[in-house]
């Protein structure tokens, strides 16, 4: 036990420290942005009540403008929001309510399916990962995995709900500081953002925490049945990121491309936050759950896993911790140290907080492996041993870390319209819309280029260094950083909705365009979440699949053998069934959505003009009711090859069709991010005139901008909904997979035993 | 050698006896085509003197009308045509001139390469195919490929070329004959379109039998050496596809997106012939010649090959030869047998032409199988013996076939308006170009389910029966029908010219009513043929990618090794990086285009209202050097990749990306070319009006038609440039990495060995 430098008890110690650690910045954070008042006297709408102090209502008036600074624009903010609130919250408890059957129904398919694992498990039989005991009965495993996979979609969604309740919570407040200068409104932003971040982070790594010492009660040093039963995490928290991203990119996309084809309607600002906010939470969450469940597998048969070594043995959540420290350092860079003067400083200051977290993290990652891993250990992997070194550890997790540093910059390249490749898309809006398209399917190409070899090196490296471990421990790295991450990411949506917000308020142009620029970083920064999660899932799927692999007791998946090539096959093409299906979804969805508005405009007097108010609830409830429709076929698609395949087919092909899905959707998802982001960007680029270039495209309403603004339309299911529920596509078909391997192994494969 | 039914005379009867037959039948269309009078009077353009008899000028007067039937119309028809000849031989010549130079350097690399490979091949040394006997030296291999390269490279630059003579001399009797009714037009247009498939079903079928005999006074009875050198056929047409799709589809499409957004050039026209044509030629013939050498390198480390018989070693090619005379009479039903009435009829025709060929070449495989293979065999595959009866070789041809029948009607399914998924995408232009966009996208996505499963069955069942020599033939069983397929291809651009030039002549609207009906059913069997084309594509590649993997002395492809995972990762990038270089070509070609146009209609005084005639020449220049510019990148990222692969990271990582890009290239592959091929006919089934849901969405010019335009115009790069250059990608990556098999084995992976 003395291996390494860290005792057990430093272990137990540290990690639920740092959690609570992150909580309370969290909460500090949300008093702060609490302090912006919705209300024009002293209650603000969510019933705090910090008195008008420093950021009180009074202070507003410095910056303010002609005849805006009445009471009813205040109010009419705090309305917006409530209405945005309730949506969200209505539709994620419709949706939650859906989901909920299903998880019940997944969770008996996971009891009954690995309560009949026969021959394996019994007591009488030596344990399979550690040969010198005897494993718990079949019964256990199935019990165990049943309830981590429902914990793990509970605490799913929690993240995605609390990140919501946040999120609506900052939007109007953010519109309001707009008023005082753009640097304030982003700090507001950004802490909300921040808010969601480390509440998520402290939130998966104390659950899982707290599940692995309790389980040990039971397990106790059967340590491979506890980490084989932990692996339900992983798959209960992916299961529910694919529907919350799903069911929220239809329903966001619908209402969006609805409205930006016939008019701003209020579905649209809680599609942010229902798709961006609460999907994106669950998403990142889910990675971060299976990354570390891939990691705990392959660990507990490496040397330090058979002897027990607890703070060797969570060496990944350990790093998770040291993440959080290194992102609460991070945050005040973006909203204590500097205070952003300028538009032009938004950008910058985001991609400040990618290089500083992952600086700082990179010497932590090296402190952490030298004190909590003993200096050189032994990994066993597809039946061969590797002698590892913790050095070469520390460089595995630093080469995901650096990996995603790398993707975030490629993608901010390609996204951003402070570069050449928006630029030459805005520019190809002057020969009309299809050029547009071209000019942006060809970007969203070109810009997987680099991420993948990026990847590909992240590999290479920490394969040879630690075999599959070493991959896991990438994907870990890249996701060490998670709360800066997410902070950024929720930042995005909560920008956007505040640019909505002025824009509904009838804010001046002033202030319009200081949300706009806000909301443009967002696009930028929502394209670099995006990447994040895409390389992450990635290397976390590899992880899953090395660990699904030795599982199922294969010992080679071989491309010539043709079980494995048609597997590789039709593995490659279900990215595309995927995205036909959410594409569709979104088409068909916001077809509704704006023959609804049309019939708005048609019988509602008024409403041209803007004296009367629209019926908002109607748009909601349609975009409500098809994405529920819709997220069912494109959830059971993903839910149910595995199964398919491995009863049917048995554990190779499957293996074939894991890999496949995995090195196909990762370029469809990057590119479709990117494509996307870069055709909003390059509308904004247009509306907002900043140079002597985008001048001679706009203004708004030129010929130029309405081609812009088809490109957008397109995008936006691109890179809100086929585009980043791919991730969650490859990662939760290899965990699931993973959870059934010994199933599959034992049952499968009916169709070739005829 | 008397173990074949079919003695080695008779196979050296039967193969040359088809072809001349072939040829003979095609000389005999093209003579029927002649008898359409260009020239107002006796003399036609092209100087053929056969005159004015049962299709005489005379004839046209049945079904003329008021004031058309003036000499100026056949006049001005045969100048369009002859500027289109004119500019599609020039455009060629240009593109052969620059890819003569590659050709040459890239047969002194091959040489330079196979030259080298010591340690190999001595004749101190056993023949690895056959250790009973002493292997020829390494340069007898180095010189052979090198002449078979540069011999398979100009036989499909040959097949381009007269492809693209025969189109540019049918398009304006097309027309013409449009006058007489829309079946003698489809007529004309078919008939052309055989001139084309037999002359180049023929040609390459002829030559590679020619060179094998010829290779064979050298090498005699080594047949292992004879096929290996035989390979670098398969290389050169390939090498040349490539350039002449990518080059030809930079060509058409800079010219026809530039078309569609301002008006009609004749650089559309002269743009169909060198790409969907010739470029279109080069490629089918480039599959042809490669999925026979896989076969026959397959074949020679069989029993048969080892005992050298004859008959059985040319299977393959007599395969091809059955199918050639099956394909003649298929083609007898369309020009023959039946006369279309109705514009209706066209697509079913043109589907029968599919079915009958089906059946009948599955009569004929089993003949050709019964006669031409010993009743059992062995195949020496990857290490282990397989015993394989001929019925089962014969079920691996007809799988192929039959999967082919099967891409073909999916693809008709997606991409013709007579069915729900183009009407639906035609309906969804009701709401703007955005929702066409994601509609388009998502159907062309969707399309890929069908065609993918079709490929794995085929693969799986082939591979059972045979191993890599059932895919091989299994390729060839799909491309056996090849004449009857490209003269359903080579139809489409005929007729799409042939409603260029009616337009440009200015006939009446009844005529360009018949024209038109021709376009759309000719857009569906271009996509047609671009699904059989990448079908064949795929098996073919596998095919090579197992020839490639026994030669370089592999005997697994593990994805678990990081060499090999790494490869599949960045193979599966590579389509990505290659449509993003052609498609960006295509629009920065199409905005010079665009800016010429505008330059042209605002300085040359009466183009605007007809009286004037617009400057060809620039236009057919700008795509000309747009073109052969652009084509250099995408082809050197293609013929490099496995170069720089197999030298610094060596065979596994090499295998990794074969494979990859093979999975991942041909969902590209289809889901573009549907794609387009969806849209393009959405806009056509919105201008034809023919039922009461396309009339609420037209007529031309409206809101939905507007929308429909910009559709199809995003989708002309899909369909005709980046969607079928992949094909040969994948094919090329392929072949060239089985050409260079040894090298790299013994000189490669230089990265790993530091």
Not at 61 to 81: F, M, P, R, W, Y
Not at 336 to 348: L, S, T
Not at 599 to 625: H, W
Not at 687 to 711: C, F, M, N, Q, Y
Request: with cysteine; net charge negative.
């Amino acid at each position: 036990m003395g291996d390494t430098l860290l005792p057990a008890i430093g272990t137990e110690i540290l990690i639920p420290a740092c959690s609570l650690v992150a909580i309370a910045f969290a909460l500090l954070q949300w008093l702060i942005v609490s302090r912006v008042k919705l209300s024009p006297g002293g209650l603000d709408s969510a019933g705090a009540n910090s008195g008008s102090g420093k950021n009180g209502y009074a202070e507003y008036l410095i910056e303010e403008e002609d005849g805006l600074n009445d009471h009813s624009v205040v109010l009419k903010c705090a309305d917006i929001q409530n209405a945005i609130a309730e949506g969200a919250t209505s539709f994620l408890f419709t949706e939650y309510r859906y989901v909920g059957i299903f998880m019940v129904a997944f969770a008996a398919l996971i009891f009954l399916f690995l309560g009949s694992v026969e021959g394996f498990g019994t007591s009488s039989q030596p344990c399979k990962y550690d040969p010198t005991k005897l494993c718990k009965p079949a019964l256990a495993t199935a019990i165990f995995s049943t309830i981590s996979f429902m914990l793990g979609a509970v605490t799913s969604v929690v993240s995605g709900f609390l990140g919501m309740k946040i999120a609506t919570y900052a939007n109007a407040r953010t519109t309001l500081e707009a008023r005082k200068g753009v640097g304030k409104a982003f700090i507001i932003a950004f802490r909300s953002g921040a808010v969601m971040g480390f509440l998520l982070a402290a939130n998966g790594l104390l659950v899982l925490y707290i599940t692995i010492n309790l389980f040990k009660l039971y397990y106790g040093d059967d340590w491979g049945g506890l980490f084989e039963s932990i692996t339900g995490y992983g798959l209960g928290g992916s299961s529910m990121a694919l529907f919350g991203r799903v069911g929220g990119g239809i329903y966001t996309k619908a209402a969006d491309v609805g409205a930006d084809l016939v008019g701003k309607v209020i579905a649209d600002n809680v599609g942010d936050n229902v798709g961006d906010i609460a999907g994106m939470g669950s998403d990142l969450f889910g990675s971060y759950a299976e990354s570390t469940c891939a990691a705990l597998v392959v660990a507990s048969i490496s040397s330090f896993g058979i002897n027990h070594e607890f703070t060797a043995m969570l060496y990944p959540l350990i790093v998770s911790s040291v993440g959080i420290l290194v992102c609460l350092i991070t945050t005040l860079f973006a909203t204590d140290f500097f205070e952003i003067k300028d538009v032009k400083e938004i950008e910058p200051a985001l991609k400040r907080q990618l290089i500083i977290s992952t600086i700082l993290m990179t010497v932590g990652v090296a402190i952490v492996s030298w004190i909590a891993l003993p200096s050189s250990f032994t990994i066993f992997n597809f039946g061969t041993q590797k002698v590892v070194k913790n050095w070469q550890v520390a460089l595995c997790v630093a080469v995901g870390l650096w990996a995603g540093l790398i993707i975030g910059f490629v993608t901010e390249y390609y996204t951003s319209n402070a570069y050449s490749p928006v630029q030459d898309v805005a520019d190809s809006c002057r020969t009309g819309a299809a050029t547009n398209v071209i000019f942006g399917l060809a970007l969203g190409y070109k810009s997987v280029i680099i991420p993948i070899f990026a990847i590909a090196v992240g590999i290479y490296v920490s394969f040879s260094f630690a075999a599959m471990y070493g991959i896991a421990m990438a994907a870990l790295g890249m996701l060490s950083t998670i709360a800066t991450g997410l902070a950024i990411d929720a930042y995005g949506p909560i920008s956007d909705n505040a640019g909505g917000i002025a824009e509904m308020a009838g804010m001046s142009h002033r202030i319009r365009e200081r949300t706009d620029a806000l909301d443009a970083a967002g696009n930028t920064t929502a394209a670099i979440g995006k990447g994040f999660a895409i390389g992450s899932a990635a290397l976390v799927s590899l992880a899953l699949f090395g660990a699904y692999v030795s599982r199922a007791g294969i010992s080679t998946v071989d491309v010539l053998s043709p079980k494995v090539f048609i597997g590789l096959l039709v593995g490659a093409m279900l990215p595309y069934w995927f995205s036909a299906m959410t594409m569709k979804s979104v088409g068909s969805a916001a077809l509704k959505m704006v023959e609804e508005v049309r019939r708005q405009f048609n019988t509602i007097p008024g409403l041209m003009e803007g004296t009367a108010k629209p019926d908002y609830a109607t748009c909601v409830k349609i975009s409500t009711d098809a994405s529920i429709k819709e997220m069912i076929p494109p959830g059971a698609l993903v839910m149910l090859t595995p199964l398919i395949v491995g009863i049917l087919f048995g554990v190779e092909t499957l293996s074939g069709v894991l890999a496949g899905s995995l090195v196909s959707g990762v370029q469809i998802a990057i590119s479709a991010s990117n494509t996307g982001g870069a055709w909003d960007n390059a509308k904004k680029y247009i509306e907002a005139g900043a140079s002597e270039h985008a001048r001679t495209l706009g203004p708004k309403g030129s010929d130029p901008h309405k081609a812009a603004v088809i490109g957008d339309t397109i995008g936006d299911p691109l890179k809100d909904t086929s585009g980043p529920s791919l991730n969650i596509l490859i990662k939760l078909m290899a965990v699931e997979s993973l959870v059934f391997a010994r199933f599959f192994a034992t049952h499968g494969g009916l169709l070739f035993k005829i």
